[in-house]
């Protein structure tokens, strides 16, 4: 078991009971920094409770209140049994000003996404994939599943609908190592310009636990999205599958009388 680092709770981490500043926030921006210090890596553990009261010479009340907002701003994460651990770092996605793809999303992060394909072929539109599409029941289209990894750790699963007549260029390309989107824009002339999605919450069945490397039962998010070109016609469906513990979402709203237009919304993964 790795051994349990001890803070520096002197000079710049000390926590001063003049100041005007609460306990509580003088305490967070002590452990921040002293991960950031000690140069902890995600799943490092850290110092329990009991053991930073101790050190800062704080309450209990005063640690639990400040590695609870911690943990709610993603900088820790608190497993029961086991202890307080540096969280893994979660992959921000907007969903307005723009629509990159997570491809584009972690690559300008310094990030490496790679698909392992599972599924990439022709089949009939069913009558839900259709009205997506606004196509016909029996169009052909492409469908393609992805299990997408980030820096080599599941992230999200990914299930694809793109007519056939739009894109016969794709079926040629392989995706690993790729953005889908950039493969559409380039090859194919498809530019996403809007989306339209929805969002849910759903437990993680066996398989897609095995997959994403979660427990069955686990809480994963689901976005279902079409996207639309320039003509303002749809040529790609998807629905997503994230890991709740990897993921975040941003939203920006507008106040629609303020700017005379809706917010766009930001495509997060399919590409």
């Known amino acids: 078991m790795a051994r349990t680092p001890r803070f520096d709770h002197s000079g710049a981490t000390t926590v001063d009971r003049t100041s005007p500043v609460p306990l509580y926030h003088q305490l967070k921006r002590s452990v921040v920094g002293e991960i950031e210090r000690l140069g902890l890596e995600p799943g490092a553990r850290l110092p329990g409770d009991r053991e930073l009261g101790t050190e800062f010479g704080v309450s209990r009340t005063v640690v639990r209140h400040a590695l609870s907002e911690l943990e709610y701003e993603g900088v820790i994460e608190r497993?029961?049994?086991?202890?307080?651990?540096?969280?893994?770092?979660?992959?921000?996605?907007?969903?307005?000003?723009?629509?990159a793809g997570l491809f584009e999303d972690v690559s300008s992060r310094g990030g490496e996404v790679v698909s392992d394909v599972r599924r990439f072929e022709l089949v009939p539109a069913d009558r839900q994939i259709a009205n997506r599409l606004e196509i016909d029941v029996d169009t052909p289209v492409i469908v393609v599943e992805r299990l997408r990894f980030v820096d080599g750790e599941p992230w999200v699963f990914t299930i694809s609908h793109i007519p056939y007549d739009l894109a016969p260029e794709l079926l040629e390309v392989d995706l690993s190592h790729q953005s889908m989107y950039r493969v559409l824009e380039d090859r194919c002339g498809l530019e996403l310009v809007r989306a339209r999605r929805t969002a849910e919450a759903t437990a993680a069945g066996a398989r897609l636990a095995g997959d994403l490397g979660i427990s069955v039962g686990d809480p994963v998010l689901v976005l279902r999205s079409v996207g639309y070109g320039l003509d303002d016609q749809p040529f790609e469906t998807f629905v997503a599958y994230h890991r709740s513990d990897r993921s975040t979402f941003e939203v920006e709203l507008v106040r629609e009388h303020a700017t005379g237009s809706e917010p766009e919304l930001r495509r997060i993964d399919g590409g």
């Open 79 to 99: 497993r029961r049994g086991e202890g307080t651990f540096v969280a893994a770092k979660k992959t921000a996605q907007t969903l307005v000003r723009s629509l």
